[in-house]
């Protein structure tokens, strides 16, 4: 009696272990297909804090259990839920791209150091601000340089700076209408180091410099504008007076 007593009580630890054990397995499977299925269908679960940047759309039911969807996640970001980082401080504060901190991170430190230079040691008479929607954009502003047909104007011109910069050059246009025989009428500037003497080394602030001293020494042996170069050429008196007229015109408010 005593043994069979003793068997009878073995049987029912031992069945009592594997119960345990299957409830076990049975919820860290569960846990797995939950964990997966967040994964997979950028969710995570209830009650967690979404990732900076993101934002919660609605509840989903995954077996019994209410996820978050949110917006534009991806698995990584439910890493990032588990593996919080402090934000990088802010490169430029007081500027007026000091709250694009995302998108500045996101830009080569070569444009990081240029933009800051060209906002803490601007170049006389000419300014280069940064798009707050996109950094790579600027609007920039060159004054006509003295004793040239285009002093007293201020000239409003867009740059941009390509994915492969500055392995290629800045594209870089007029949006104010110039008599220039270098520049045409949609803003185009024939100018060296934006074609065949581009090197890397150069820098934003170095265009904008070339480009001031071309307003300053016009070059009709190389036009953009042929028929500004050819009066150019033929009576430049003439011309210069028509600069000086489309300045005022144009440039001057």
């Not at 996109?134 to 000239?155: A, C």
Request: charge should be neutral; aromatic fraction near 8%; hydrophobic fraction near 40%.
């Amino acid at each position: 009696m005593g043994a069979d007593c003793y068997i009878l009580r073995c049987i029912t630890v031992t069945v009592a272990y594997l119960l345990s054990a299957f409830e076990f397995v049975s919820w860290d499977i569960n846990r797995y297909r939950l964990t997966s299925w967040a994964i997979l269908h950028d969710r995570a679960p209830t009650g967690v804090v979404p990732p900076r940047g993101l934002h919660i759309r609605h509840n989903h039911n995954f077996l019994g259990n209410n996820f978050y969807l949110f917006l534009s996640a991806s698995s990584s970001d439910i890493h990032a839920i588990d593996h919080p980082t402090t934000p990088p401080p802010h490169p430029l504060r007081g500027s007026v791209i000091s709250q694009q901190t995302t998108t500045m991170a996101a830009l080569p430190k070569r444009i990081i150091k240029e933009t800051e230079r060209l906002m803490a040691e601007p170049v006389p008479g000419i300014s280069a601000i940064p798009h707050d929607d996109n950094l790579r954009y600027f609007d920039v502003k060159i004054h006509g340089p003295t004793q040239s047909p285009y002093e007293g104007g201020v000239f409003n011109l867009e740059l941009f700076l390509p994915d492969d910069y500055p392995m290629t050059p800045p594209k870089i246009r007029f949006l104010t209408k110039i008599y220039h025989p270098n520049i045409d009428k949609l803003g185009r500037i024939c100018l060296d180091v934006l074609k065949s003497n581009w090197s890397p080394a150069l820098q934003i602030r170095t265009i904008l410099l070339s480009i001031q001293a071309l307003l300053g020494a016009p070059n009709p042996d190389d036009p953009l504008a042929p028929d500004v170069a050819k009066r150019w050429k033929e009576d430049e008196p003439a011309a210069i007076a028509t600069a000086r007229e489309w300045t005022r015109t144009h440039a001057i408010s």
